[in-house]
């Protein structure tokens, strides 16, 4: 079983519908991230959160939210959904040394796509 | 703010041949790390190699080493004898000092010819 887990693997979805995005891992890590992929931009961080209590934004935070329910558990949420944000999202852990030398972990990524 | 440019989009290198991609970065942190990730076409991103700013000798693992010129900002990632496997979008990164946000490069897709 993948250690990071996102759900859905795909998901097509209408201008203005609600959608959430879900993440479950089972490394044991602090610290859980979002970041979507677009081609030619590289990945960017969406959110980021270094426990269950502490949520923080990231470079691109604007018109989405996230819920961390659990150490296990980071959820993203798109409130209204808009063509601009179809992209690739990953979820991904790390482990909470907070030395740079510490990598971050993957889940298989969700492929969005806002119609 | 710290950023990463990759800037060869594509490219091509004969099998069993080296490879260097390039990436430079911006920082004004004095510790950072440089990572390099491999993203195959089935999506899953995997983690290559990491180099230290404090790291007196260029990080190697397998065939990947990395070519870290402090004094130039640049991280390239040197592939060895490339194999077909190799085909696939690579990815520099960086993270600051303290956390683990690590900001990406655009990402340079390379293609390995038979």
């Known amino acids: 079983d993948a250690d990071v887990t996102q759900t859905p693997r795909n998901r097509i979805t209408k201008t203005g519908k609600r959608i959430m995005l879900e993440c479950s891992q089972t490394?044991?890590?602090?610290?859980m991230y979002w970041y979507r992929q677009d081609p030619g931009l590289g990945l960017r961080l969406i959110y980021y959160?270094?426990?269950?209590?502490?949520?923080n934004k990231g470079e691109i935070s604007d018109g989405y939210s996230v819920s961390r329910q659990a150490q296990a558990k980071f959820s993203l949420s798109l409130e209204s959904a808009i063509p601009n944000q179809t992209a690739l999202y990953f979820c991904?852990?790390?482990?909470?040394?907070?030395?740079?030398?510490?990598?971050?972990?993957f889940g298989s990524g969700t492929q969005l796509s806002v119609l | 703010a710290q950023k990463i440019t990759q800037t060869q989009p594509g490219m091509f290198v004969q099998e069993k041949e080296a490879v260097t991609l390039d990436c430079t970065y911006d920082?004004?942190?004095?510790?950072?790390?440089l990572f390099w990730y491999k993203q195959p076409s089935s999506g899953e991103m995997i983690f290559l190699i990491y180099?230290?700013?404090?790291?007196?000798q260029n990080a190697t693992e397998g065939r990947y080493s990395l070519n870290f010129q402090k004094a130039r900002k640049s991280a390239n990632l040197v592939i060895s004898a490339s194999q077909l496997g190799d085909s696939a979008m690579y990815f520099c990164?960086?993270?600051?000092?303290?956390?683990?946000?690590?900001?990406f490069g655009g990402g340079t897709r390379l293609m390995v010819k038979p």
């Open positions: 959160s270094f426990d269950v209590k502490d949520i």
């Open positions: 490394k044991g890590h602090d610290r």
């Open positions: 180099q230290g700013s404090y790291d007196e």
């Open positions: 920082t004004s942190d004095q510790s950072y790390g």
């Open positions: 990164a960086m993270s600051p000092n303290a956390g683990n946000m690590l900001t």
């Open positions: 991904a852990t790390s482990e909470g040394t907070g030395r740079s030398n510490e990598k971050l972990f």
